[in-house]
């Protein structure tokens, strides 16, 4: 099983729909959630980390489920310029790593 | 001005050269790194440096070697390259140890071995 795995998509999603992805992780010892946007041929930014309670930006709404081990990522009113690779990020508390996942593809269609 | 840069932006070289890809940071930030990103858009850790000191040093081939010669400036020497080492490198810097924060990337450096 991988550390870090998400849905590579793409999902195709038209304008002003609400769309949710997922990113399960395999270590229980993580401690610190991120979400990453990158845009093709461009560098990964950070969108936001995660925290236990959740947390929301605008938007965007971030929830940790460490029962099942895995963080998602909720986009409401999707824009197109929404269109990217969304990265999920595990930091091991272990080591000074963070885990980085394939992302997920998302195409916001008109 | 730019949080984090590196150059050159693209670079493309004939196999068994050597090439550097330098990197700053103006963000007085402690720790920085060193990524690859493949074809399959995985991101790698390859080296990490805090306040110019090796941190982390994943299982890259010796043929890589980072000099941090202070700790805004990361750079990357690749020896007798390969077509495996195609690729973009991604310089980014975090600030301190703790990944409390996230990391700011530069734009990123699109090596090309022909």
């Known amino acids: 099983r991988k550390e870090v795995e998400q849905d590579p998509g793409p999902f195709n999603v038209p304008e002003g729909a609400t769309v949710a992805f997922n990113c399960t992780y395999s270590?229980?010892?993580?401690?610190?959630f991120f979400w990453y946007r990158q845009d093709c041929r461009k560098e990964p930014k950070l969108l936001m980390s995660?925290?236990?309670?959740?947390n929301e930006d605008g938007r965007f709404t971030a929830q940790l489920n460490r029962a099942s081990q895995y963080i998602s990522l909720l986009i409401r009113d999707s824009k197109l310029s929404d269109s990217a690779t969304y990265l999920c990020?595990?930091?091991?508390?272990?080591?000074?790593?963070?885990?980085w996942g394939a992302g997920t593809k998302l195409i916001i269609k008109p | 001005d730019t949080a984090v840069s590196q150059t050159p932006k693209y670079l493309v070289t004939q196999m068994g050269n050597d090439k550097s890809i330098k990197c700053e940071q103006n963000l007085g930030h402690d720790t920085m790194y060193w990524y690859k990103q493949d074809s399959k858009k995985f991101l790698k850790i390859m080296f990490s440096y805090n306040n110019k000191e090796l941190i982390i040093n994943e299982t890259v081939p010796n043929r890589f070697s980072p000099k941090s010669p202070d700790k805004a400036h990361l750079n990357l020497h690749i020896n007798s390259l390969e077509l495996g080492d195609s690729a973009v490198y991604f310089c980014?810097?975090?600030?301190?140890?703790?990944?409390?924060?996230?990391?700011?990337f530069g734009s990123g450096t699109r090596l090309t071995v022909v």
């Open positions: 995660v925290y236990s309670s959740g």
């Open positions: 270590n229980s010892a993580s401690q610190s």
């Open positions: 980014a810097s975090s600030p301190g140890l703790s990944n409390n924060y996230g990391y700011t």
């Open positions: 990020v595990v930091n091991m508390d272990s080591n000074y790593q963070l885990i």
